[in-house]
């Protein structure tokens, strides 16, 4: 009786042994939309490891979705796929990874992908948790929405040069993702592009990337510290709220917007040096940014959002280079202890500061002098320097403004209808600032480089 057992049990073992065994198969589809035939119903059930050649359409990658459920490593890379009309009418486009068409395989672990793809369309690797690995090819130039949304077994991805956008929501909660190799040619990374991706620690945008799409590295909180790069002018909403573990931010000095809660709940922040070209803070922009302790202010800003700066109650010292208080709502400082929060002013701007709305709660006002020497002031416009730049302001409408080396050359100068100007002190010490009026009168202004 025993030996009877033991036999049976032995037979089981046998039986489960092709289960839990690595199965290679290397097939040659040679007209494509027949992977099915080229298989028998028991290779469909056992093909752990694929490698194809040939030609495919979305036939075969059905195939490979719906009837081989054990399958986990796909080698695609010497693979053409064609173009494929559905009975639906829909058409897949070749050299294209199709919408969809991996949803949800989580026994899928890695592929190479073929070396002429150019689009990873929509969701193409949706719920793919299990993708631990994957190429993409020199000549990929688009990942659609949501392509690997919740690919948490991702641990690294290196982009190709090719690509120039990452779309919305592309490597959404892709939790075990630890590095990011971004290339030169990425123009923009698309809303929630990165969402929840806890396991960046750092990232470096390339020099192209202009605009960074809304919560697109919401809820990173792995991130430590970021550069952005001089193109970036944009900033989306709740782009990076919720990066509770970044303490460093370099921003560009192209930016002119940052988004509402942009940097919201950024615990771990400390100072921000907001760029002299930025014009708008979005409402909640640095809210419950508790760590943080100071703040620079440019002359350009304009519009600062309601709550930009609530529940920051660890600030002590606000810095602004506007001489003109900008017209805020009384909550933007709200829970700031304005009684101990040093406001720092240019020189001759504290009574404007001390008798504007909002600002005026600020009980420990101060001036500097943002241009180090004793006056830059004239009866018609006032000019001074910070951070390498000159900045020049009027209550009327200026038409050129030029800036001189003291020994007579022309520095820089923009010509425009317009009340504020921003120029590059160009390394200079010292120099003069010739101003034009629409009246067609003019006056000069000596400037010198920030000493403060």
């Not at 829909?90 to 672990?109: E, Q």
């Not at 550069?227 to 560009?252: K, M, R, V």
């Not at 001489?323 to 009684?339: A, F, H, L």
Request: aromatic share 10%.
């Amino acid at each position: 009786m025993k030996k009877k057992y033991l036999f049976v049990l032995l037979a089981i073992m046998v039986c489960l042994l092709p289960l839990n065994a690595q199965v290679s198969k290397t097939i040659n589809v040679t007209t494509a939309g027949t992977l099915n035939t080229l298989l028998t119903p028991d290779e469909l059930n056992i093909v752990t490891d694929l490698t194809l050649t040939g030609q495919i359409n979305q036939r075969d990658f059905i195939t490979m979705r719906d009837n081989m459920p054990v399958l986990a490593n796909i080698d695609m890379k010497a693979v053409t796929i064609n173009a494929y009309t559905g009975d639906d009418g829909t058409v897949y486009a070749s050299n294209s990874i199709p919408d969809n068409i991996f949803y949800n395989c989580i026994h899928l672990t890695s592929i190479n992908l073929p070396a002429t793809l150019t689009t990873i369309e929509a969701g193409a690797f949706f719920y793919c948790s299990g993708l631990t690995s994957i190429n993409f090819p020199p000549t990929l130039t688009s990942i659609g929405y949501q392509a690997f949304f919740d690919c948490s077994g991702l641990k690294s991805i290196n982009l190709p040069a090719t690509l120039t956008t990452i779309e919305a929501g592309a490597f959404f909660n892709c939790s075990g993702l630890t590095s990011i190799n971004f290339p030169a040619t990425l123009t923009s990374i698309g809303y929630l592009a990165f969402w929840s991706c806890s396991g960046l620690t750092n990232i470096t945008f390339p020099a192209t990337l202009t605009t960074i799409g809304y919560s697109a590295f919401e809820s990173c909180s792995g991130l430590t510290n970021i550069t952005f790069p001089d193109a970036l002018t944009t900033i989306g909403y709740s782009a990076f709220e919720g990066c509770s573990g970044l303490t460093n931010i370099t921003f560009s000095d192209a930016l002119t917007i940052i988004g509402g809660s942009a940097f919201s709940h950024c615990y771990s922040l400390t100072s921000i040096n907001l760029p002299a070209t930025l014009t708008t803070v979005g409402e909640f922009a640095f809210s419950n940014c508790g760590s943080l302790t100071s703040i620079n202010l440019p002359v350009t800003l304009t519009t600062i959002g309601a709550y930009a700066f609530e529940s920051c109650s660890s600030l002590s010292e606000i810095k602004t280079f506007s001489s003109v208080p900008q017209t805020i709502t009384d909550n933007v400082w709200q829970d700031v202890k304005e009684k101990t929060c040093k406001l720092i002013v240019p020189k001759g701007a504290a009574v404007a500061y001390k008798a504007a709305l909002v600002w005026k709660d600020f009980t420990n006002i101060s001036e500097f002098n943002p241009t180090g020497i004793a006056s830059v002031f004239s009866s018609r416009a006032k000019a001074w320097t910070a951070d390498g730049q000159v900045y020049v302001s009027s209550g009327e409408a200026i038409n050129k403004v030029e800036l001189i080396s003291l020994a007579g050359s022309i520095l820089s100068k923009e010509q425009a209808q317009k009340t504020i100007y921003q120029l590059n002190l160009n390394h200079e010490k010292v120099a003069i600032v010739r101003v034009t009026y629409q009246d067609g009168s003019s006056e000069s202004i000596k400037v010198a480089e920030n000493k403060d």
